[in-house]
């Protein structure tokens, strides 16, 4: 049993979701590939070459891979799909962007946002917002999986010396094209990695209140995150939004300020370890997850947290 | 140019499920339906298009029983002209949904579909990029802003780092997030107008696609629940209990 996995990378550094996937390819069990697909990307293949139980690096570096458009990646994924028993990837927006194209085009359904591994072909993945999970079993010849990070510890990244293959197949549709990228910089860690996170909502009342977050957030070592009312009210950029159709996050510290708690907004962190709630209204549904809630009003309760910490 | 959205009837987005006694699946006895959600912002975005004068004619078409045309009549009363029912009993899996979904466009021949990104019930976010992928066509997807120009769509996706820009020659399909428009709400007059516009059925047969799911599931259980846990008076109390108690700080 051979499974490939699809790197997730930026053609400079291998994210560390790619880690979670790798995890849960390892409780699958068997071989494993990793296929590097950008531009200029071969730094990240010697980075993943290093990664103990990764058997072989697959290194396709082309023009019509930079952007990792679906539409390109997806075809270059089934020419490689030969001898394979699954295809993971990390669910992030580029896996879940390319993987069910090559479903498709391999006539397979595809698991998302995998939590549970049981067996080679039987897997857990949350339904409804995370209010039910689904054990499914698939009997598609090649089983493809988008894997939720926050489900499989990472695995170590180094010590491995795997033998990097190149690719040279070149799929390009031509009937899409790059414009531009607009990503936030920051020196903050990655919301779906942090260890602690600071999240506002709707009652932090506009964007420049979200400072004492940051604020808050810097002394911990976090990462800021926001509710969908926060996102929507232009308080903060989309890429902070964690819920049901956002990131989902479980870190070790969460705390929610002004947020209500939307069973949407839940489906996205309660899996954290300990959850704090700063909230005025204490009828607010975020109190039934939050195992320290604090009502109060949150311009008084923040700056005293922050000079507390 | 015509437009094609594809709706889906799915558990009203307000109500929380529950769990079969026997953990065969959800309780969905009883339980208040809707559209998906981000399908409203679909037929939304559609309608617009066609109020603008670059859509001519917005179709709707939804899979499931006769209870999916109370979704349709839905998008009819809020601008779509005409409705396609897919008739079946069965719970169509994404591949399925795409393949049927596939013959509709061949047979229709829209220059943009436009969906939404995922349905709140199995939340798989597949369907659109596996119509793309069936019909060759390129794709759009998480896109939160879109302007059509003749054979193109320029769109803007919400992607994990920030934004993301691309031109799609059409036909293509655009699978929308949630910051695309902000859906209108049907009136009476609209309502009632509705019931008159054309809605076809037709059964998979027709359209000649098996249905052949190869995804069994096994079993549906509630997630570990999480207790509630206590209230702190001040500040004070919270940091010496993320100190002490829990060891977090």
Redesign the interface.
């Known amino acids: 049993m051979t499974i490939l996995v699809i790197a997730e990378h930026d053609n400079a550094e291998l994210k560390p979701a790619t880690l979670n996937t790798l995890a849960a390819a390892q409780q699958i069990g068997g071989d494993i590939e990793l296929l590097v697909a950008g531009f200029n990307c071969q730094a990240v293949a010697d980075s993943a070459a290093g990664i103990p139980g990764v058997t072989k690096v697959l290194l396709a570096d082309n023009a019509a891979y930079e952007h990792e458009l679906a539409e390109n990646i997806s075809k270059l994924i089934v020419a490689l799909v030969s001898g394979h028993s699954h295809i993971l990837a990390s669910a992030t927006t580029n896996g879940k962007n390319y993987l069910p194209r090559v479903a498709a085009l391999l006539d397979v359904n595809q698991l998302s946002d995998v939590i549970a591994i049981e067996s080679a072909d039987t897997f857990q993945r949350p339904i409804y917002a995370g209010n039910a999970i689904a054990t499914v079993k698939t009997d598609d010849v090649v089983k493809l999986l988008t894997i939720r990070g926050t489900a499989f510890d990472a695995v170590v990244d180094t010590g491995g010396s795997a033998a990097i293959e190149t690719v040279s197949e070149v799929c390009d549709n031509g009937n899409v094209r790059f414009i531009k990228e607009e990503l936030a910089k920051s020196d903050r860690p990655e919301l779906t990695t942090a260890g602690v996170i600071v999240a506002g909502g709707r009652g932090m009342g506009n964007a420049e209140n979200f400072d004492m977050l940051y604020e808050l957030a810097d002394k911990l070592g976090g990462a800021v995150g926001a509710s969908r009312a926060a996102v929507d009210a232009g308080f903060v950029p989309n890429d902070l939004q964690i819920g049901q159709t956002g990131k989902v996050v479980a870190p070790d510290l969460y705390i929610a300020v002004g947020i209500s708690g939307a069973i949407q907004h839940l489906a996205g962190m309660k899996d954290s370890k300990v959850i704090v709630a700063i909230n005025k209204d204490e009828e607010a549904p975020i109190f039934s997850v939050a195992d320290y809630g604090l009502v109060a009003d949150l311009f008084d309760a923040l700056p005293e947290l922050s000079t507390q910490i | 140019m015509k437009i094609l959205v594809p709706v889906k009837r799915v558990?009203d987005?307000n109500v929380?499920?529950h769990?079969k006694s026997d953990n065969s699946d959800?309780d969905l006895a009883n339980v208040k339906m809707a559209m998906n959600p981000?399908c409203e912002i679909a037929v939304e975005q559609a309608v617009r298009l066609k109020e603008a004068g670059i859509a001519s004619e917005v179709i709707v078409v939804s899979i499931g029983d006769k209870s999916c045309q109370e979704q349709i009549r839905t998008a009819l009363a809020l601008g779509a002209d005409r409705g396609i029912q897919i008739d079946t009993d069965t719970v169509t899996?994404?591949?399925s949904a795409?393949k049927l979904l596939k013959a509709v466009v061949q047979e229709e021949q829209p220059q943009l579909v436009i969906m939404g990104?995922?349905s709140?019930?199995?939340?798989?976010?597949?369907?659109?990029?596996?119509?793309?992928?069936?019909l060759?066509?390129?794709?759009g997807?998480?896109v939160?802003d879109m302007s059509v120009e003749s054979d193109k769509v320029?769109i803007v996706?919400?992607?994990?780092?920030?934004?993301?820009?691309?031109?799609?020659?059409l036909p293509?399909i655009v699978t929308v997030?949630?910051?695309l428009n902000d859906p209108r709400y049907a009136s009476l007059p609209n309502i009632m107008k509705a019931k008159r516009k054309p809605l076809a059925v037709k059964t998979p047969a027709e359209l000649g696609v098996e249905l052949n799911?190869?995804?069994?599931?096994?079993?549906?259980?509630?997630?570990a629940d999480?207790q509630?846990?206590?209230?702190?008076a001040?500040?004070?109390e919270?940091?010496e209990?993320?100190k002490n108690e829990?060891k977090?700080?």
């Not at chain 2, 996706?157 to 020659?169: F, H, P, S």
């Not at chain 2, 799911?213 to 997630?223: I, M």
């Not at chain 2, 509630?228 to 702190?232: D, Q, S, Y």
């Open positions: 558990i987005y929380k499920v769990v959800v981000f899996d994404s591949l795409a990104k995922q709140i019930d199995t939340d798989n976010n597949q369907a659109g990029q596996m119509l793309a992928a069936l060759d066509y390129p794709q997807t998480f939160s320029q996706r919400e992607v994990d780092g920030g934004l993301q820009t691309l031109e799609l020659d293509a997030d949630l910051r799911n190869k995804v069994t599931l096994v079993a549906v259980n509630p997630p999480r509630a846990g206590i209230k702190v001040s500040v004070d919270l940091v209990k993320l829990v977090v700080l």
